[in-house]
């Protein structure tokens, strides 16, 4: 993953290496915001993390090679201001890997943050961004201690938008999805982090969960691999949708993490903060792919799996921390 | 018994060395995760003893040979 990112924004890079405010005031009357840097045009997303760009005079056979993420060919270039249309025809495409001339206020500011949610209130529209926990199931009397381990790590990682110092739609929401509304009333009503997650826990939104599940399985940019993976695994994972609004189209970008490996709070804490530091700080780079775990988190976390069995079998009793 | 230490007990102390090493990196948050990475660093140093106790006897060089009477 690390690869296919570096690699694009090489090729952001180099391909839009624009100086700041190059020909800025240059802009394109029939779209706000959107601007002229030499024989380019480009126009920043509301969030900072996708733009749409544009090279006069070129076909589909110049794209950039190796630019992912590049979509939606337009047929005709808008003409540059003040010359007659036609002049400037060529293709543009939408690029979700925002590359150096995106201003950086717009990109360093979001902060991850979570809520609990009832469908009435998913998708959380006023946010710039948003994920989802995926559990497949209800809870059994089997897992419910790793279920409330998931819930321990994901409160004490994340911060509430109230919290975070900045506004809801610089927000990347990570959502425990519930199955109605007074269940987030009983959590918000809760002063314990276990209060919270037992309720958490017990109302968990499957409903969500699913859709969210039939929206990756749906996906045409995830491989088969990927889906076979999440089909097999006992999850929890981590989906999230860049842009929030391109939930549930086929062609949307998915950053996930598969948490099925996990079984402590504090382990499952480490993973959020990872995620946490991972939407935060590659907004701008967000790429569809699975999170990369460090090699001796994996370790560990598989120790810890395994541990609980082999405790139990030598008659240690129980010991998921 | 002691010969048998005295066989083995060098690579059961790279096998403990090992796993302490497995659990000092990959800091497991429970008892049984412990357990399991010390567990597979012995028997990492055993597997390593047997390869190469079975790589000296290939080359006629083992040290279980009893010298000739």
């Given amino acids: 993953m690390f690869f296919r990112q570096g690699l694009a924004a090489l090729v952001a890079a180099t391909v839009f290496a624009a100086p700041l405010g190059a020909d800025q005031s240059t802009i394109w009357p029939d779209a706000p915001g959107c601007y002229f840097v030499d024989d380019r045009f480009i126009c920043p997303a509301p969030n900072g993390s996708s733009q749409t760009r544009g090279i006069g005079g070129v076909t589909t056979a110049d794209r950039p090679a190796g630019a992912s993420g590049y979509q939606n060919y337009y047929p005709a270039y808008p003409p540059r201001p003040g010359q007659p249309a036609g002049n400037w025809s060529g293709y543009g495409w939408s690029e979700t890997t925002a590359g150096a001339d995106t201003a950086p206020a717009q990109r360093a500011d979001g902060r991850a943050t979570r809520i609990f949610a009832a469908p009435g209130a998913f998708p959380p529209e006023e946010f710039a961004a948003y994920a989802i926990v995926v559990f497949k199931s209800r809870v059994l009397p089997e897992d419910r201690l790793r279920r409330l381990n998931a819930c321990k790590g994901y409160l004490a990682a994340l911060m509430t938008p109230s919290e975070a110092a900045v506004p809801r739609d610089r927000q990347l929401v990570t959502v425990w999805p519930l199955t109605d509304q007074a269940a987030v009333e009983a959590i918000a009503a809760e002063t314990d982090i276990l209060g919270k997650c037992t309720h958490a826990v017990d109302h968990y939104g499957l409903a969500l969960a699913q859709t969210a599940l039939d929206h990756v399985e749906l996906s045409v940019k995830v491989s088969a691999e990927d889906k076979a993976r999440i089909r097999e695994a006992r999850g929890p994972f981590l989906f999230a949708w860049n842009p929030g609004t391109a939930k549930g189209q086929p062609d949307a970008l998915i950053l996930r993490v598969d948490m099925s490996d996990v079984v402590t709070a504090p382990r499952f804490r480490e993973r959020f903060v990872a995620w946490g530091a991972e939407v935060e700080q590659r907004q701008d780079l967000w790429i569809d792919g699975w999170q990369e775990e460090d090699m001796w988190d994996l370790i560990g976390a598989w120790a810890d799996r395994w541990g609980a069995p082999v405790m139990t079998m030598m008659g240690w009793g129980p010991d998921e921390g | ?69």
Wanted: overall charge positive; proline content about 6%; charged content about 15%.
């Fill in chain 2, 1 to 69: 018994m002691s010969e048998f230490f005295l066989k083995w007990g060098p690579f059961g102390a790279i096998g403990f060395g090992l796993g302490l090493f497995l659990v000092t990196m990959a800091e497991p948050d429970t008892e049984g995760g412990i357990l399991v990475l010390m567990a597979v660093g012995l028997a990492a140093g055993v597997l390593l003893g047997a390869l190469w106790k079975g790589i000296m006897a290939l080359r006629g060089t083992s040290s279980s040979k009893k010298p000739p009477k």
